[in-house]
Nanobody, 120 residues
Framework: QVQLVESGGGLVQAGGSLRLSCAAS????????MAWYRQAPGKQRELVAA???????NYADSVKGRFTISRDNAKNTVYLQMNSLKPEDLAVYYC??????????????WGQGTQVTVSS
């Protein structure tokens, strides 16, 4: 089992910045990827950024060049630095952890979500 606790959401003006944090606990050694998803009102949840255990990252096209995912292994924490925020970035942001065993079975865990509101 993996537990995820997010923090850092809030209200910001367009063009501003926020940093989200996600602290993981539990069976963290089996996590092979951490990611941030978001769900805007009336839309499906979408992948924003991900970082693998090996450090590889990938981003949604809509956030490339503006958002950066990183991690602090000593703190078991993943961050999402969001710069140049736009009104369309308004959403609930969810931290996600993917656990994989030696037989490649996968489990997904979610945080409680944190609201990001961008005013124009």
């Amino acid at each position: 089992q993996v537990q995820l606790v997010e923090s850092g959401g809030g209200l910001v003006q367009a063009g501003g910045s926020l940093r989200l944090s996600c602290a993981a606990s539990g069976s963290i050694d089996s996590i092979n990827r951490m990611a941030w998803y978001r769900q805007a009102p009336g839309k499906q949840r979408e992948l924003v950024a991900a970082i693998t255990k090996g450090g590889s990252t990938n981003y949604a096209d809509s956030v490339k060049g503006r958002f950066t995912i990183s991690r602090d292994n000593a703190k078991n924490t993943v961050y999402l630095q969001m710069n140049s925020l736009k009104p369309e970035d308004l959403a609930v942001y969810y931290c996600n952890a993917r656990e994989r065993d030696n037989l490649l079975h996968e489990w997904y865990y979610w945080g409680q979500g944190t609201q990001v509101t961008v005013s124009s």
